[in-house]
């Protein structure tokens, strides 16, 4: 009898509970078991050789995950060079913003009494509510800061750094816009139009009929420009949406300008969508590839999971285990504050894309 | 012994199968019998009312439901007025348009071999293929037009009448965007910088470097002045994502302006996503009601199912059914060609909100 | 240029709408199209080839599809031999028998206060409600039934054909356990000490201590051994659960004995969990293949949707294609009264498997 | 301005990444966030309150939990009584008979051939590998043991504790029949029929001809009497299935019996179905409360998550926090090895529940 050593090679090995087990150990034995929490611990792993290669790391980010208690594990990622630019939706940013100026969300039911809660001005996010007044605070403080901009549209990538410089100067606390900001990181909003963000701005032309102008698609041409400057590229998602497609799409665009370009060289995506109802959140890594969004020899892991479980158990892994490959790292250098931003010194355009010798 | 009738009052009435149902008379079944069978059939019922309502009615459309073959129906729906204005991600009109060139997609297989695809130049959605060459041949004729146009800022909601105009005079041909040129029926992309919409213009900029400008805040304030001028709103959501929040943010940010607005007063959702993840593409339209972007005695329902499935039942049903009350709706009037808009024949402004007395 | 054949060949053909249509012309359009929509159409020409094909076809229902609408159209499946044996949860059959003694379940909604409906002894399922009390009268006289019986062993096959007949000759009335009983259509139910028929069967024995035996291993055996004896089977599957496996399982338990069997040669599955969990109810019919549950060539679909959207639209479909078909086929004949059960005028044993030379 | 307390109390705590976390401490920081995160916390701090009050905790477990690399943790929760009963699907225990036999099951890939692994002989549960031949030994195996036991009716309770008894005393290796075994844990499985042990019981019957009969009914009254006896008890469910609904079958059909009964005082499940289909496994608690499953004033908390990253994350937790709980609770003593099992030293009948007075 010959073993079928071709499909039977590597054994689960049953989890077996033990005291005092950190993230990073727990990680590595539920490496030898199945199913998500298999592919979680290929999260960790393959984010590890993230930060080995020389790859610019991308983190898409969508869902409530700022309103859920998440914005200070992004701002660490960011603040640490985990990851080397964001793409996030609008509301994440919005909800990182009201917490950054002293404000909470609040534990509350999904079984809640809605009419009450809107008689109180209390928004509900699933299980999570806020109060509904201190959001206008917000939007009008947000408009009184797009008013104080020049009247020229700006990129989300510009705008939203000048927001997080906004806020850093006067609170001085910690969170993913002025984490951004003060590690230089340069963030991208492509659906800023779909968020109280936008609403914002949108309110910023009741006191100048010219303010709040976005250059979105000069978001697309900075974007692909970046991937140009530096083809080897990683893509890490949490919760589909905007900013998975957009992440892909710079890749993609960059190609088209560039045949050095050759799809992400590793991918992680974390999601609670699915790939057979054909939305783009849910779509697989694999079909990615079909698009050249991934390089046919990508390293690649997708994790059905709520990010409210999965991103507290990775990061606590990653603050243990990463540390020495970020000090080896040399990330990209993003100088940010100016209409034209920088990469490693050099000038990357908004208005036309570069092309490849 | 008394009758519980304060909650067993309406039995269930089992689906009984009969030869020649047409789709409104299986819905009237299944409007008697549980779970997402009777979330159908109370759809299309609330459909009816919002039709017999003065109520302008949005849809919103996410996920790949152009790519998928529903794009005819989505175009029926605006060139009858079963509803009144879209909001859409870039990618649904961007594969109409695709179409609507001659070109096809194709039936495939979910287990494909991508690198092969990939290699043969095909991208895949879930199911379906289509050629790259094909999109990359798109991407350059929406660049082409982009930069015939004036080189300042539009509105998605003006540039798209513009090219659902310029596509009607080249081909002639049905689809989404030439229907709501020809009805004149607003389009609005909130997120067109994610999308090869997005693509096509910011690869205007090769050819003009001040080509290719939206102006996405300007698209909030229009829409929000929609809602202020005529504050009756219904609101149709397939799939979520950018086009369900913007179609509640316009009546959030209304309201905010005028008091007159007060939140749908009916909504209808076809979802795949759930609540449990505090995402916005599956977020209950109860929780919709703490927010204000729901009245809070709104008729509302939502389905859980793919729109290929639930789609073609329910336009099947309307086909039938709703023809007399579209012969006796008053629906809003627009005029979309010039840089204002107008709606029943007064201009609706994109540089400031209206405020209501 | 060539045309790459191999992969672009089937164009999607957009659904179009259009006043008159019945189910089987929707599903013939939704063949077109993507997703789960073509999928869903998928499912109705595999029926269809089920039914020209001498295969044996079991059905198996797992989810409250009695209690929410569908015992109708399960039963008129059986009586007219879309199918030739159902294989269902204790519930299902509970919840038909609840109906058919002339009680009702009743339109409720998932919102309820679940402790006001505790008070007035009303259960709900999802939106769903029904007496408590009686429940309890069911209970009772299914317990009163069994202790009638004779105190030995029954397979479940067995006793709820006795079961089924006592319903018949009290009611008169339609539904799944009288029309088996008069179609002489075999159910089983693996899992009913998981039910309220369970529970009725257990009261049984406070009136006799020996009442209530099942002989649940002996289901195992005569559902192989009808495997054994007509080798071509399909498989239905709404729901999957325990009965999928049960389907599953006879084909390859009969293989263990009789090297004829290999496999459903169709399968055709509407379900709504998903693989990525590893749960068999979710489970893909391609992983079945590698258990040799599936013939290597079966012809098969998977439909991810709600069976009560789902199936009103197929049986509408099948109403109106299948009766030539029916007409052309001669399913097994079974004869179930007895605790040997015949199939095709041969006995078929319980208590051991039969071996194919 | 007043603060609206009634909502807005309990502010969010963003997760804050710390070096050096066990999985209790990061439950603890989740516990402060939103959405599944959060309510996986829940489920610690229940799981606490089940062991420091006088409950019987029932422990349901369906999906392939055992293949996946989830058997030792079960074992070392019934070995050191975190719980008191277990009610699993067959399969769970036939993986884990299947490794404690030194067998394993491999890790595979979910894009497998599977056409190729059925040639090798080679079954697939998603992205896990085991050897059908050696399944087939283990039928063999467990037929062979079913024969040699007395031919009489056996509850599973007391078949698997046999069985437990012959695999510790072949193999001395830990596992959950061995464990369960040794440390006297009733186990029930009330679908064995849809099962490879049913499977192998049923083979018994090829050696003797009235071998392997499982009295399944007996274990309904049996299980009711436990509750009966000690009316204080908990559910912790993984994965719905017929573990679910059985051990709330046990309460409500014991309180039948005895009003003293009232539902389960705690519970706690880890589910990836959903509610809105209707089914069993995904039904929510509160639906739960409005059958008597669950006491009014129950604590409870349902996660969404897959157990392969849940429990091993609760199970590392609590190995760390429960020790001092555990040992000051005294949890209900079985001795199980005759046909008729005791409880605290007195009998609990198989055949007719008890009647309080």
Redesign the interface.
């Known amino acids: 009898m010959t073993k ?1 050593h ?18 990073d150990r ?1 990680l590595e ?2 490496g ?7 592919n ?1 611990a290929t999260a960790l792993r393959i984010w590890h050789k993230m930060l080995e290669s020389d790859a610019t790391i991308f983190l898409g980010m ?3 995950l700022s ?7 992004v701002a ?1 990622l960011l603040g640490n060079r985990y990851v080397d630019c964001l793409v996030s939706t609008g ?1 994440n940013l919005y909800h990182d913003l009201h ?1 950054t100026r002293g404000q ?5 039911s ?3 009494d ?2 009450a ?2 008689e ?10 806020a ?2 007044d201190e959001f ?1 605070g917000n ?1 009008n403080w947000i408009a009184d800061f797009a008013v104080t901009l020049e009247h020229r ?1 700006y990129t989300t990538r510009e705008f939203l750094f000048q927001l997080g410089r906004h806020l850093w100067e006067t609170t001085g606390r910690d969170g993913i816009l002025t984490a951004a900001y003060r590690a230089q990181v340069p963030i991208f909003c ?7 963000i ?2 914002g ?3 910023a ?2 006191q100048a ?2 303010a ?6 000069g ?3 900075e974007s ?1 420009n970046l991937v140009i400057r530096r083809p080897s590229t990683a893509s890490i998602v949490l ?1 589909g ?2 900013p998975k ?2 992440i892909n ?1 710079a890749s ?2 960059a190609e ?1 300008y560039s045949p050095a370009v050759g799809g992400h060289r590793y991918a992680l995506q974390i999601v ?10 849910g ?1 697989s890594l ?2 990615a ?4 969004k991934l390089a ?1 020899d990508s390293e690649k892991i997708s994790v ?10 990775l ?2 892994a ?3 285990t990463a540390p020495p490959l970020l000090a080896r790292r040399t990330p990209p250098e993003f100088s940010l504050a100016a209409q034209l931003m920088t990469v490693d010194g050099q000038t990357v355009r908004h ?3 570069e092309e490849a010798k």
């Open positions: 079928p071709r499909f039977l090679h590597t054994p689960i090995e049953p989890f077996v509970p033990e005291d005092g087990l950190t993230a727990i034995r539920m030898r078991i199945s199913f998500q929490g298999r979680l969508a869902g409530a309103a859920g208690g998440l914005r200070l594990i660490h509301a917490e909470r969300h609040y534990a509350g999904p079984h809640a809605d009419a809660l809107a109180q001005h209390i928004d509900r996010v699933y299980d999570t509510y109060s509904e206008i939007d549209p492509p659906a800023i139009a779909d968020s109280s936008g609403m701005l949108s309110q032309r009741q009929v010219d709040g102008h976005i250059d979105i698609i978001d697309i041409v692909a919760g949406g905007t497609n957009f799409q993609v665009q088209f609670t969508d699915v790939p057979h109802y054909g939305g783009a959140s779509s694999e079909e590839q079909s698009w050249g046919a059905q999971a709520d990010a409210t479980i999965a991103l507290p158990i990061a606590s990653l603050v243990r208005d036309r894309f």
